[in-house]
């Protein structure tokens, strides 16, 4: 993943100094990111979805003001909501803000709704978000089908980062040499 770059604005009056990850071309610039999904499940499958915003929600996200540490998608009606995902709300928004935790619809086609349904009645099978980002001017999240592991998976998961840390720290001091 690049390293990220720091943006500075200058409205005026103050400096706003704002962090941007930058993505692969075509993939746009990423606000947020669920690091517990891939600790907490092992991800099979992901689609990219649209998610409906309303009023100044969007340059909430544009500033990076996201969280989809405790969010989770669940489908109703055949229709995809995300609930639990924290958007705050706009400082210069005033009484046009919107709820934080609102429940907010996913734009999927109805085959990839289908499929999401056919999936998750598997026992065990959850949908979790694991990135939002925006791309050519929309606001995508990137939803994921994942069965939830034990705690011995997540022991032996961290056992393999350590071990692949190990590695590359005893390869870069084999290089200096």
């Known amino acids: 993943m690049p390293s990220p770059s720091f943006i500075l604005y200058n ?15 075509g993939m746009g610039k990423m606000v947020a990111q669920n690091k517990k999904a891939n600790h907490d499940y092992f991800i099979e499958e992901t689609f990219e979805a649209g998610i409906v915003l309303q009023g ?4 909430s996200v544009r500033n ?5 540490r405790d969010a989770f998608v669940r489908i ?6 995300i609930s639990n995902m924290h958007i705050s709300p706009y400082e210069q928004g005033n009484r046009f803000n919107h709820d934080p935790i609102r429940s907010r619809k996913l734009l999927l086609h109805k ?27 929309y606001a995508k999240v990137l ?14 998961d961290l056992k393999k980062k350590e071990a692949k840390r190990e590695v590359e720290r005893a390869f870069k001091a084999r290089l200096r040499e």
């Open 111 to 137: 085959r990839q709704i289908s499929q999401l349904i056919g999936t998750i009645k598997e026992q065990g099978m959850t949908i979790v978000p694991i990135k939002m980002y925006l791309k050519d001017g």
């Open 143 to 156: 939803i994921g089908i994942g069965k939830g592991k034990k705690n011995y998976d997540k022991r032996e």
């Open 11 to 25: 409205n005026k009056t103050k400096l706003l100094r704002e962090k941007v990850i930058e993505m692969p071309k």
């Open 56 to 59: 100044t929600e969007i340059k």
């Open 76 to 81: 109703r009606n055949n229709e995809a909501w």
């Open 64 to 68: 990076g003001k996201v969280q989809l």
